[in-house]
């Protein structure tokens, strides 16, 4: 059986963090062009979004009751370019 090195291990973590960070660009890109671009054509195809949600989800410990969410995701054309250029930027790094 092979034993995985250090950096092997660390994978999941370290493209959980590029897809977050890519997200984050990806959502700062469509609040700009929303906020910037001129009304057209162009503005409703980058900046429209699905927004899948989850939610709220109700939590009864007996002790303790709480609700979580609801949680929802934004996703337009620019979300995926950011995450592309941080796929991009972290491969060229590392």
Request: hydrophobic content about 50%.
């Amino acid at each position: 059986m092979a034993t995985r090195s250090p950096s092997s291990r660390r994978r999941p973590r370290f493209h959980a963090a590029v897809l977050a960070a890519g997200f984050v660009a990806g959502g700062l890109l469509t609040q700009v062009a929303r906020r910037f671009l001129p009304p057209g054509s162009v503005k409703e195809f980058l900046t429209t979004g699905v927004t899948p949600s989850l939610g709220p989800l109700p939590i009864d410990l007996v002790i303790l009751k709480l609700a979580i969410g609801p949680i929802a995701l934004d996703v337009s054309l620019l979300s995926l370019v950011g995450v592309l250029l941080a796929y991009l930027i972290a491969r060229s790094l590392f």
